[in-house]
Every structure is written in structure tokens, then in C-alpha cells.
């Protein structure tokens, strides 16, 4: 399972305070643009990769694009990170057995 794209995406902190303003309400880029400290040129790049890396999907309204969280590009993401997690309950286990006097 290759989630370097999610974990690239998500490393920039501009893109994930765009990420997370998109989590709570889908946006035009012009209303993420009047709640950022940066450009209108550079939120469209940012969500750029963010929907590469599947974050988020747009969906045409007339002229605008409306940008949403897609639940795949995260359902990826968390079930990489559940791994990671049941590795060290593995682990944990492991070494608690051997601990316990027998």
C-alpha cells in the first residue's frame, strides 16, 4: 500500500490547513482564497495536490469548481496508519508474553 502521495500532499502545512477548511465545507477556490494568507494562483496549486494525491475531488458548478474531501484518498491513509498501529500492538504483545513469569 503506497500512500506517499497522501503523506507528501499532507507534509505542507498550507496544504493541510486547506485540507481541513475543505474537511468541514466544501469550497471554491475563491472562498479558500478569503480565508488564506496566500493567492488565489496558489491555493489552485495546492489543491492541485491535494487532488493528485486524492484528497479531494472537484465538482464543476457553472463557472466554479467546488472542491470536497474524498473519503477514499483518506480510507488509504488510515488504513496504512492502522498498520503501523497493529504492528506495535504486535510488538507490545510480544514482548509482554516473554516478560510474564511462566
Not at 481541513?20 to 488564506?36: A, F, G, N, P
Not at 465538482?59 to 483518506?74: F, H, K, L, N, Q
Amino acid at each position: 500500500m503506497d500512500v506517499g502521495l497522501q503523506l507528501t500532499a499532507l507534509a505542507d502545512p498550507t496544504r493541510r490547513t486547506i485540507y481541513e477548511l475543505i474537511r468541514h465545507s466544501s469550497s471554491s477556490v475563491r472562498e479558500l482564497t478569503d480565508q488564506m494568507p496566500i493567492s488565489q494562483p496558489a491555493v489552485s496549486q495546492h489543491l492541485q495536490v491535494l487532488s493528485s494525491a486524492g484528497l479531494v475531488t472537484a465538482t464543476p458548478m457553472g463557472t466554479r469548481r467546488i472542491y470536497s474531501a474524498d473519503p477514499e484518498g483518506v480510507a488509504l491513509l488510515r488504513a496504512w496508519v492502522d498498520t503501523l498501529w497493529d504492528d506495535v500492538l504486535d510488538s507490545f504483545a510480544r514482548r509482554a508474553s516473554k516478560e510474564q513469569p511462566q
